[in-house]
């Protein structure tokens, strides 16, 4: 097809903009603060590294705040970008180098120059939410998604899992790559991703570790009986069998994911991944379809439950690459098989609403009859019900 021709061309003449292109501003009530930084636990090793060395985690930090402007900042680094075109490539057997696509795109983000930043006001009570990302995808291909939430007033961390993304950058320039052994465990990763969760709650209370992270910020902590965990594809299973370890993570949402492991051989808790838990959880999957981990999954959640789907997607719709075709000025159809067909910036504004959504019930809501009660029939004709329990 003429557009798959096209896409390579494009895409090189993208290359050559010393200026990139530029993600629309989120869509909340407030504009968003970035910061990027690494936290290390001390009382782990990192169980794929090749000699004994502390887990050492990756974040972003996506603040809601009241400012008066935005600047454009790099979506990646130039060396995490250049890596995805090769790695997207050889994932998805396709001929276009999509490294461009990463390269160029700006974030819009409060400046901290510090007299900007000065008459920024970030918002320092807002609920936290944690984001886990997919099997070998690093944290920045959320980058859009995780700032339209935080636009919505919650403070978004992503976390990259050493080991598990394709390559992570760290703040003194090092790199670590995936560590493909993972592929060869039952639970993906899942375990020692739900510690990395613990972990960061911990730091959240650490005002020593807070100021380091967040240094506009100041040794102040964060709330921690205010905490909720995201996650796509793996990352969604992990975000529910890290909140079914930690009562402190008071809700979960699973963007379209397996959840790895055996199902329950003898009904006890420890035979299953996700532990019983009371916390409410929402499934958000990329088609009708009852996905036989969330089926084994589902008595083990005893408070407020939905699943829901999204019409024309696909498991990589959850993401921002739909998003920054549309702000680079180009088409996502060579790659519906992919991506899907529905608008990119109509994904961001549903997952946006059902997450911020569900957030807010289970951080405000008296009572579980409250989550996603605020939809109107037809407000979201693309998502239907698969199902529900305790609501």
Known sequence: MQAARMLPVLLSL???T?????????????????????????????????????????????????????????????????YQGPFLQE?????ANLTPLFREARLPVCSD??????????????????FSPGY?????????????????????????HPGDANIIIYPDGHAV?????????????????????????????????MAELLPRRGAQQFRTDRVAMLGHSVGGASAIIAASRDPRIRGAINWDGTIFGS?????????????????????????NYADPSWMAAWPRLKGPKMAVYVANTTHYTFSDIPSLFQAAGQTTEPFAHLLGTIAP??????????????????????????????????DFPQVSIMMRGNL
Not at 180 to 204: C, G, H, K, M
């Open 113 to 130: 120059h510090p007299m900007i930043s000065r008459r920024c006001t970030p918002l320092e009570d807002g609920p936290v939410l944690l």
């Open 91 to 95: 994932t998805f057997n396709i001929s």
């Open 177 to 209: 790559f995936n560590n493909e052994s993972i592929l060869n465990s039952p639970t993906w990763d899942e375990y020692p991703r739900a510690a990395d969760a613990s972990f960061v709650i911990d730091q959240l209370s650490n005002a020593t570790a």
């Open 263 to 287: 199902p329950p051989a003898s009904g006890q808790d420890h035979d299953h991944p996700v532990q019983s838990m009371s916390q409410p959880v929402l499934f958000m999957s990329h088609q």
């Open 345 to 378: 910036d109509e994904m961001v504004r549903i997952l946006t609403a059902y997450t911020t959504a569900w957030l807010k019930g289970v951080f405000e809501a008296q009572d579980g009859h409250l989550l996603l009660q605020w939809q109107e029939p037809g």
């Open 136 to 160: 070998s995808i690093p944290r920045l291909y959320y980058n859009v998604l995780a700032s339209s939430i935080a636009s919505e007033g919650f403070t978004v961390i992503t976390i990259d």
């Open 18 to 82: 010393a200026a990139g292109y530029l993600v629309p501003n989120p869509g909340g009530k407030y504009n968003v603060t970035l910061t990027t930084g690494s936290l290390i636990d001390y009382s782990r090793n990192d169980p794929y590294a090749a000699t004994p060395t502390p887990r050492a985690l990756m974040l972003s930090v996506f603040q809601p705040a009241k400012c008066a402007s935005t600047v454009p900042v790099p979506s990646m680094p130039n060396i995490t970008a250049d």
């Open 14 to 16: 993208l290359a050559n």
